[in-house]
Nanobody, 115 residues
């Protein structure tokens, strides 16, 4: 059974930075795409960023130039470096992974940005 474990959320002032991590663990598996979604209560879930096994990336327009997604295949871990954070970035961030043709989700981590 594969598990995705997230870390790195928290509270920060506007203009600050946070780094989220998401590590996949379990028995032998092959990871394809990994990424991050975010969702606040009453809002639609939004794809923040994703990265393929080959390293190709996609970002939401709202985070381009501020967020960077990366992955360490040896550690089965994906990272989301978030810079120049804004109050509107406040959300629950959840990582996902397409692993052995199945979709897995992390538990979600809260990011709060104060003005």
């Amino acid at each position: 059974q594969v598990q995705l474990v997230e870390s790195g959320g928290g509270s920060v002032q506007a203009g600050g930075s946070l780094r989220l991590s998401c590590a996949a663990s379990g028995s032998r598996f092959t990871i394809n795409t990994m990424g991050w979604y975010r969702q606040a209560p009453g809002k639609q879930r939004e794809l923040v960023a994703r990265i393929t096994s080959g390293g190709s990336t996609n970002y939401a327009d709202s985070v381009k130039g501020r967020f960077t997604i990366s992955r360490d295949n040896a550690k089965n871990t994906v990272y989301l470096q978030m810079n120049s954070l804004k109050p509107e970035d406040t959300d629950v961030y959840s990582c996902y992974g397409l692993i052995d043709a199945r979709l897995y989700w992390g538990q979600g981590t809260q990011v709060t940005v104060s003005a």
